[in-house]
């Protein structure tokens, strides 16, 4: 019953209405996560890089010395021994800064249940920050991937996480490899999996790429190129064509039996790599006008300099 777990939750936590902030997220740990809560509904964003992401010349909003060392002092922490002196973090200014607005607040619960989330030391000590985006589950909306200029990709996609692709005008993007990835005890709960080019994120209506099954087709070389795609959006002063993102998709088919959460089930590791078109659009137009010239001159026509005799 809902109410009843409404009930335990306010009892246990107070009454929450609001919380915001920013966190820090294992297997996206280039930006800030957004947090944005509002009754039953919590939203999570990409926001701005971590500091220690960029060179401290491009803090974006650092313009003053005291807005500086606020944010200099992100990069320490307390020495656990000495409870006084300051060592540099090696994670830079990673952290998690949330605010919770309500009535009744159980500060001591909310603050052990956030502790509850955080990874352990053994996971953090194994922990990576170059690791492929998607390597972690979680029931986020994967962040789109932003691709200008020419660079390998390699990342991991499951059921119910769909991967973003940003192509930028005059670029492209070959879709080299899919590959099923599952422990041995898992091939019996799973089908097949079917991996989907969507065109909407709102709508499956895709192509489907491959279709997967363990021990049988794990495996699916492919050369594909991926061109920008535009959408014709409404706007106050006409319609404007908007790049829109690649949507691939992973589908999991179960067998009947099986009863555990498909996006643990199994993950697919998709390779491709991005690379600048040939030629611009640009270049093509300019392409198509020199053409013209040169038909205007063999018929001798509109000429600068031409024989009028």
Same mark, same amino acid.
């Given at each position: 019953?809902?109410?009843?777990?409404?009930? !335990?939750?306010?009892?246990?936590?107070?009454?929450?209405?609001?919380?915001?902030?920013?966190?820090?997220?294992?297997?996206?740990?280039?930006?800030?996560?957004?947090?944005?809560?509002?009754?039953?509904?919590?939203?999570?964003?990409?926001?701005?890089?971590?500091?220690?992401?960029?060179?401290?010349?491009?803090?974006?909003?650092?313009?003053?010395?005291?807005?500086?060392?606020?944010?200099?002092?992100?990069?320490?922490?307390?020495?656990?021994?000495?409870?006084?002196?300051?060592?540099?973090?090696?994670?830079?200014?990673?952290?998690?800064?949330?605010?919770?607005?309500?009535?009744?607040?159980?500060?001591?619960?909310?603050?052990?249940?956030?502790?509850?989330?955080?990874?352990?030391?053994?996971?953090?000590?194994?922990?990576?920050?170059?690791?492929?985006?998607?390597?972690?589950? !979680?029931?986020?909306?994967?962040?789109?991937?932003?691709?200008?200029?020419?660079?390998?990709?390699?990342?991991?996609?499951?059921?119910?996480?769909?991967?973003?692709?940003?192509?930028?005008?005059?670029?492209?993007?070959?879709?080299?490899? #899919?590959?099923?990835?599952?422990?041995?005890?898992?091939?019996?709960?799973?089908?097949?999996?079917?991996?989907?080019?969507?065109?909407?994120?709102?709508?499956?209506?895709?192509?489907? #790429?491959?279709?997967?099954?363990?021990?049988?087709?794990?495996?699916?070389?492919?050369?594909?190129? #991926?061109?920008?795609?535009?959408?014709?959006?409404?706007?106050?002063?006409?319609?404007?064509?908007?790049?829109?993102?690649?949507?691939?998709?992973?589908?999991?088919?179960?067998?009947?039996?099986?009863?555990? !959460?498909?996006?643990?089930?199994?993950?697919?590791?998709?390779?491709?790599?991005?690379?600048?078109?040939?030629?611009?659009?640009?270049?093509?137009?300019?392409?198509?006008? !020199?053409?013209?010239?040169?038909?205007?001159?063999?018929?001798?026509?509109?000429?600068?300099?031409?024989?009028?005799?």
């Amino acid at each position: 019953n809902n109410n009843n777990e409404t009930k !335990d939750l306010e009892d246990k936590y107070g009454c929450i209405l609001r919380s915001k902030g920013i966190c820090w997220i294992a297997g996206r740990d280039d930006h800030e996560i957004g947090w944005h809560q509002a009754g039953r509904i919590i939203h999570f964003n990409a926001a701005k890089e971590w500091y220690c992401r960029t060179s401290p010349d491009e803090w974006d909003g650092v313009d003053t010395e005291e807005v500086r060392a606020l944010v200099e002092a992100k990069f320490y922490e307390t020495d656990n021994e000495t409870q006084k002196n300051r060592v540099r973090c090696e994670y830079g200014d990673r952290r998690q800064e949330l605010v919770f607005i309500g009535t009744r607040l159980q500060q001591t619960a909310l603050e052990q249940a956030l502790e509850n989330c955080l990874m352990n030391d053994d996971e953090m000590q194994t922990h990576d920050m170059d690791l492929p985006m998607g390597y972690y589950p !979680d029931p986020i909306i994967p962040f789109p991937v932003p691709c200008m200029g020419s660079q390998s990709l390699f990342v991991t996609a499951r059921h119910g996480q769909k991967l973003h692709l940003q192509i930028f005008p005059e670029y492209s993007f070959t879709l080299d490899n #899919l590959a099923l990835n599952m422990g041995i005890d898992d091939e019996e709960d799973v089908k097949a999996v079917k991996v989907w080019l969507d065109n909407s994120y709102h709508a499956d209506r895709g192509v489907l #790429l491959a279709t997967l099954r363990p021990q049988v087709y794990e495996q699916h070389s492919i050369s594909l190129p #991926l061109l920008p795609r535009e959408e014709q959006h409404n706007h106050e002063h006409g319609d404007e064509a908007v790049i829109t993102d690649r949507i691939i998709r992973v589908e999991v088919i179960p067998e009947k039996h099986q009863t555990k !959460d498909l996006m643990l089930l199994c993950e697919v590791h998709i390779a491709g790599r991005f690379e600048p078109l040939p030629y611009s659009a640009l270049e093509h137009e300019h392409d198509d006008e !020199d053409d013209d010239e040169e038909e205007v001159d063999e018929d001798g026509e509109d000429c600068n300099g031409c024989d009028a005799n």
